[in-house]
């Protein structure tokens, strides 16, 4: 059922819809990545579509605050949001192309200081200091932790 007064258009239908995207490079990267998206978007629905690049923290909230429509995250994060919220499912998974094929996978890599050889798998990390952006984050923290 659609509500209308005094015939009006939805909201949506002038002012639009706004896409968060995770951003998991520095913002005018992912503003560089993604404003095609958004422009094809815009074209295909007509509907202008805004985008926005948000952190994880910031992401919440805005989804809380209703100021997003739809948003791109990594998958840990989006279960978070799931657990959270009353969501519909996944509309769709970002796949991207390497070396001639397509894959929708995520990881993570571990890097030490050149001539650590003392370090030569995970095992070797027990009890020493490692620097990530935070446990949230799946490949900065939880895909080489549960590998």
């Keep these: 059922m659609r509500l209308r007064a005094s015939g009006r258009q939805p909201c949506w239908q002038t002012q639009g819809v706004t896409l968060g995207i995770f951003a998991y490079r520095p913002e005018p990267v992912i503003q560089e990545r993604y404003a095609p998206l958004a422009d094809y978007l815009s074209q295909?629905?007509?509907?202008?579509?805004?985008?926005?690049?948000?952190?994880?923290?910031?992401?919440?909230?805005?989804l809380a605050s209703n100021q997003i429509d739809f948003f791109l995250t990594n998958p840990s994060h989006f279960l978070v949001i799931r657990?959270?919220?009353?969501?519909?499912?996944?509309?769709?998974?970002?796949?991207?192309?390497?070396?001639?094929?397509?894959?929708?996978?995520?990881?993570?890599?571990?890097?030490?200081?050149?001539?650590?050889?003392?370090?030569?798998?995970?095992?070797?990390?027990?009890?020493?200091?490692?620097?990530?952006?935070?446990?949230?984050?799946?490949?900065?923290?939880?895909a080489p932790v549960l590998s």
């Design 44 to 62: 295909e629905s007509g509907l202008p579509v805004r985008l926005r690049v948000l952190n994880q923290e910031d992401m919440n909230r805005a």
């Design 83 to 142: 657990s959270d919220r009353s969501l519909t499912g996944v509309l769709a998974t970002l796949e991207r192309e390497w070396q001639g094929q397509s894959t929708g996978s995520i990881g993570g890599v571990i890097l030490t200081r050149a001539g650590r050889d003392d370090i030569n798998q995970l095992e070797d990390l027990r009890g020493k200091s490692i620097a990530t952006p935070g446990m949230h984050f799946l490949g900065g923290y939880q």
